[in-house]
């Protein structure tokens, strides 16, 4: 059962709802009059996509990209790849990146300056969860959900070796489920 392997609930499906309504409408408000393309980077940000998207009033379209991630380790390599790229051309256009969690900072400054080259009109950055006792790259947030302690979390798209996305909730794992190694 799932839910065993967590050691307990960080942020309730209430707590990201209500958090999820206030940064729609923030960019609401900053956008407001104007297009945007939301870019969600899979896998980890599908659901924060989805429910991000329905809260918004503005006129916006969707596109999604994958870079390469953890794998099934829960330490970052380092070295980051496009897997999958945009459908559109961003040149000229509003772009926002919607992530799920910004950890060491590695694939999202590597991200973000390869979009930058495309030439968007304006770019900003939307993430989720934010870990910053482990940035180790500097990034520029303009929409954070929430800030999270050094733990490896998951649920509500962020995986462990692919599993526990579907939970409806961030949990806190269990060390032993990955073997205690790091964080
Ligand atoms: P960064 O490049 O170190 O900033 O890592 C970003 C990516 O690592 C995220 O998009 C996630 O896929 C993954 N990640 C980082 N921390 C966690 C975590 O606590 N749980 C699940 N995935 C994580
Ligand atoms: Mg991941």
Known sequence: MM????????????ELAARIREIAGEIN?????????????LRGSFIFMADLVRCLT????????????????????????ITKDLSDDIAGKNILIVEDILDSG???????KTLSARSPRSMRL?????????RTKPVEVHYRGF???DEFVVGYGLDYAERYRNLPYIGILKPQVYGGEGK
Not at 3 to 14: A, G, K, P
Not at 58 to 74: E, P, Q
């Open 147 to 149: 800030v999270v302690p």
């Open 58 to 81: 503005i006129s916006c379209t969707v596109d999604f990209m994958a870079v390469s991630s953890y794998g099934k380790k829960s330490k970052s390599s380092g070295a980051v790849q």
């Open 3 to 14: 839910h065993n392997d967590i050691e307990r609930v960080l942020l309730s499906e209430q």
């Open 106 to 112: 590695n694939t999202l400054s590597y991200l973000m």
């Open 29 to 41: 408000r900053d956008y407001a009059g104007q297009s945007l393309m939301l870019i969600s980077v």
């Open 126 to 134: 939307c993430t989720l969860l934010d870990k910053p006792s482990r």
